[in-house]
Structure formats: C-alpha cells, structure tokens
C-alpha cells in the first residue's frame, strides 16, 4: 500500500505563484510513475502533469511552460510548481501513484493511489 498527503493549497493572486507538494508512504519503492490531476467544479478531473521514477514527464497544454512537475526521492516527495496561475488554474488539486508501470507521459495513465487533494483558489 501507498498513503500520499497533499499540502501547500491555498488562495493565489492570478499570476502568482504556488508550490505543492505530496509526501508519500508506504511501498514507495514500487512506485513507478506519479501526476497532478485536477478537478473544478463541474468539470471533469483532468491530468496536469506526469513523472516517471526515472525523471520523465510531461504536461497537460494548459500549464505547458508555467507548472513544473519534480521528485525529490529521497524525501518520497512530489512537487508541483505553478507559475503565472490563471483563474482556470483553480481547482482540487489530486496528487497520485501508480505500481502498475510507466506512465511515459500519458496523463491519462491509471493510477493506483490517490491523495485526498489540496484546494488551489485564484483570486483576481
């Protein structure tokens, strides 16, 4: 079993910025790929950012160039930095792991586990 525990939500001035971050425990070892995901409401979760154990990742269109996605795998730590938030940036923000193998950049990729999210709200 994986345990993640989202942190660093809160409320943002359109065009700040916001760090997250998601510590996990447990079998972290077995983990190969973890993402943000994000959900408003009314909307559809949606991927926003993707990274395999061996550094790969990619993004979702919408925060190409302004999130970035890390690991610190000494600290079972996932982090996603946001830059330049939009007021369509604001949502749950969910942090996940998969044990079922690479993601390789599908934002799309099942996930096995799950946080319990942390809110991002924008305010203009």
């Known amino acids: 079993q994986v345990q993640l525990w989202e942190s660093g939500g809160g409320s943002v001035q359109a065009g700040g910025s916001l760090r997250l971050s998601c510590v996990a425990s447990?079998?972290?070892?077995?983990?190969?790929?973890m993402g943000w995901f994000r959900q408003a409401p009314g909307k559809k979760r949606e991927g926003v950012a993707i990274?395999?154990?061996?550094?790969?990742?990619n993004y979702a269109d919408a925060v190409k160039d302004r999130f970035t996605i890390s690991q610190d795998n000494a600290k079972n730590t996932l982090y996603l930095q946001m830059n330049s938030v939009k007021s369509e940036d604001g949502a749950m923000y969910y942090c996940?792991?998969?044990?079922?193998?690479?993601?390789?950049?599908?934002?799309?990729?099942?996930?096995?586990?799950w946080g319990s999210g942390t809110l991002v709200t924008i305010s203009s």
């Open positions: 990274i395999d154990r061996d550094g790969v990742t």
């Open positions: 996940a792991a998969t044990r079922s193998g690479y993601c390789r950049g599908r934002l799309n990729c099942p996930m096995d586990y």
């Open positions: 447990g079998y972290t070892f077995s983990i190969y790929s």
